[in-house]
C-alpha cells in the first residue's frame, strides 16, 4: 500500500498516520519530522529549512523532491508506505507523478478551521521522538512526558498562533488543490475528521476500504 495522506495542519494527519502505520505495518514518511529532525541536529538542510517553517512558509520543492526520492528508496519502503506532509505543492505531486512511484491511494482528513486552531494551539511534542499529544485531547500519562520514551514535551515553535493563521493560508493556497488533482486521478479517499482519534481512525479506515 502505497498512500499519501493531505490534510490541513492540525487535522490530525501525523497521529493517524501513526495509527494506519501500525495498522498496515509500513512505516510513515514525514516530511515535517525530517525537516524538524534536521533543525535540531544543526544540519546545512536544517538550517535552510529552519526560517521557511519559522514564518509558517514552504520549503523549496527542489529540497523537498529530493530529501522524498531519496528516502523512498530505502529498504523500508518496499512493501509500501505512508507519505504524511509530502507532496505539498501541484509542483510536488507532478514530480511523484512522473517518477516511477505508483500511488495507490490519496487519504483526506476533513476538519473545519475553527477546531484546527484550537487543536494545533494545544498540541505538545516531544523533544526526543517526536511523537504528538495535546494538553486536552491526548493528555500524556505524566504531565509534560512523552508516553513513547519519556523526552520531555513541548509546544512547536510553528504552532504560535501568528505562525498558525500562516500556515493556514499556505495550506489553502498551496496544498488544497492537491485534493482535485487526486480526485480526478480517481484514487482520492475522503474521511471526516471526529472528536476523537479512535473515531477519526474508525472514519478514516472505512475511507481507505473504497
Ligand atoms: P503540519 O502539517 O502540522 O503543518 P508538518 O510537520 O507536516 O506540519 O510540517 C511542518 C513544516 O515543514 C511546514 O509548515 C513546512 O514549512 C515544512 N514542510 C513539511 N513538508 C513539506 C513539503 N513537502 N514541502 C515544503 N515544506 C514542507
Ligand atoms: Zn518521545
Given at each position: 500500500?502505497?498512500?499519501?495522506?493531505?490534510?490541513?495542519?492540525?487535522?490530525?494527519?501525523?497521529?493517524?498516520?501513526?495509527?494506519?502505520?501500525?495498522?498496515?505495518?509500513?512505516?510513515?514518511?514525514?516530511?515535517?519530522?525530517?525537516?524538524?529532525?534536521?533543525?535540531?541536529?544543526?544540519?546545512?538542510?536544517?538550517?535552510?529549512?529552519?526560517?521557511?517553517?519559522?514564518?509558517?512558509?514552504?520549503?523549496?520543492?527542489?529540497?523537498?523532491?529530493?530529501?522524498?526520492?531519496?528516502?523512498?528508496?530505502?529498504d523500508?519502503?518496499?512493501?509500501?508506505?505512508?507519505?504524511?506532509?509530502?507532496?505539498?505543492?501541484?509542483?510536488?505531486?507532478?514530480?511523484?507523478?512522473?517518477?516511477?512511484?505508483?500511488?495507490?491511494?490519496?487519504?483526506?482528513?476533513?476538519?473545519?478551521?475553527?477546531?484546527?486552531?484550537e487543536?494545533?494551539?494545544?498540541?505538545?511534542?516531544?523533544?526526543?521522538?517526536?511523537?504528538?499529544?495535546?494538553k486536552?485531547?491526548?493528555?500524556?500519562?505524566?504531565?509534560?512526558?512523552?508516553?513513547?520514551?519519556?523526552?520531555?514535551?513541548?509546544?512547536?515553535?510553528?504552532?504560535?498562533?501568528?505562525?498558525?493563521r500562516?500556515?493556514?493560508?499556505t495550506?489553502?493556497?498551496?496544498?488544497?488543490?492537491?485534493?482535485?488533482f487526486?480526485?480526478?486521478?480517481?484514487?482520492?479517499?475522503?474521511?471526516?475528521?471526529?472528536?476523537?482519534i479512535?473515531?477519526?481512525?474508525?472514519?478514516?479506515?472505512?475511507?481507505?476500504?473504497?
Amino acid at each position: 500500500m502505497k498512500l499519501i495522506i493531505v490534510a490541513a495542519p492540525g487535522a490530525g494527519k501525523g497521529t493517524q498516520a501513526e495509527i494506519i502505520s501500525k495498522h498496515f505495518g509500513i512505516p510513515t514518511i514525514s516530511t515535517g519530522a525530517i525537516l524538524r529532525h534536521n533543525i535540531k541536529e544543526g544540519t546545512e538542510l536544517g538550517k535552510i529549512a529552519q526560517n521557511y517553517i519559522n514564518d509558517g512558509k514552504l520549503v523549496p520543492d527542489d529540497i523537498m523532491i529530493d530529501i522524498v526520492r531519496k528516502r523512498l528508496t530505502e529498504d523500508d519502503c518496499k512493501n509500501g508506505f505512508i507519505l504524511d506532509g509530502f507532496p505539498r505543492t501541484l509542483n510536488q505531486a507532478e514530480a511523484l507523478d512522473k517518477s516511477d512511484i505508483n500511488i495507490d491511494k490519496v487519504l483526506t482528513i476533513e476538519v473545519e478551521e475553527e477546531k484546527i486552531v484550537e487543536r494545533l494551539s494545544g498540541r505538545l511534542e516531544c523533544s526526543s521522538c517526536g511523537s504528538s499529544f495535546h494538553k486536552i485531547y491526548r493528555t500524556p500519562k505524566v504531565d509534560g512526558v512523552c508516553d513513547n520514551c519519556g523526552g520531555s514535551l513541548r509546544t512547536r515553535k510553528d504552532d504560535q498562533p501568528d505562525v498558525i493563521r500562516d500556515r493556514l493560508e499556505t495550506y489553502h493556497k498551496q496544498t488544497a488543490p492537491l485534493k482535485d488533482f487526486y480526485e480526478k486521478k480517481g484514487i482520492l479517499c475522503v474521511a471526516e475528521g471526529k472528536e476523537s482519534i479512535e473515531d477519526t481512525t474508525a472514519e478514516v479506515l472505512k475511507a481507505l476500504e473504497n
